[in-house]
């Protein structure tokens, strides 16, 4: 069985400062691991993904995410917030061997960046 | 490009009702996913086709729940003697390719209020 945790139902981040939004997944093999953003009344928007490679993968807007294998974690990150930013985040894993084609899905982190 | 769509938007049905909620995929897109968001949660997954074929329902939470996607574009989530338990966001999410690293696309999803 495949899994996600996001810890965190909220996090608050002043504009300009560092942002961080935690992930972390259990699968039985190999991970596939994606974050999407929903802004309300729409649907929710591919950021980025890990598949294989470099451990920290760059997506849209800015953001950029880091596998840890060893920790199990996917955590999402972006330098410099914007208020902008402030949005519902979602991880989601996929299980390489055996999770077929489904995304399992966290709860969702609100993220809400404040001038 | 035109992204996927979903229609209605917005589904009110009295307990008992059945009711058809419709997803059209990004063109050329192979895989077809739905999933089902109650509120203040992360989507859940229900089932998937490659083109027409509906290679899992594991997902589908009883046997009042059916899907179809006849030729492998559009396709149909019915709910047969809606429960007020059946009230969530639908939603309808599409990749290019079966291959688990591809990432989906998602509609805006079909808000479905049993009363």
């Known amino acids: 069985a495949q899994s996600v945790a996001q810890p965190e139902d909220q996090v608050n981040v002043a504009e300009g400062n560092p942002l961080t939004v935690k992930c972390t997944y259990s699968v039985s093999g190999n991970p596939y691991l994606f974050w999407y953003v929903q802004y309300p009344n729409r649907g929710l928007q591919f950021l980025l993904k890990y598949i294989t490679g470099d451990n920290l993968v760059k997506g849209s807007y800015g953001f950029e995410a880091e596998f840890n294998k060893s920790q199990t974690s996917f955590h999402l990150k972006k330098p410099s917030a914007l208020v902008s930013d402030s949005a519902l985040y979602f991880c989601a894993v996929r299980d390489r061997s055996g999770g077929g084609n489904k995304l399992t899905f966290g709860t969702g982190t609100q993220l809400k960046v404040e001038l | 490009g035109a992204g996927v769509s979903q229609s209605p938007r917005y589904k009110v049905a009295k307990r008992g009702q059945d009711v058809a909620l419709r997803c059209d995929p990004i063109s050329g897109h192979v895989s077809l996913f739905w999933y089902q968001q109650a509120l203040g949660q992360g989507p859940e997954f229900l089932t998937y086709?490659?083109?027409?074929?509906?290679?899992?329902k594991s997902g589908l939470p009883s046997d009042r729940f059916f899907a179809e996607r006849p030729e492998g574009s559009v396709s149909t989530l019915k709910i047969q003697r809606t429960q007020q338990e059946d009230s969530a966001v639908y939603l309808c999410?599409?990749?290019?390719?079966?291959?688990?690293?591809?990432?989906?696309?998602f509609g805006p999803g079909t808000r479905l209020t049993v009363t």
């Open positions: 999410a599409s990749s290019l390719d079966g291959w688990p690293s591809y990432e989906q696309y």
């Open positions: 086709f490659q083109n027409e074929a509906q290679l899992d």
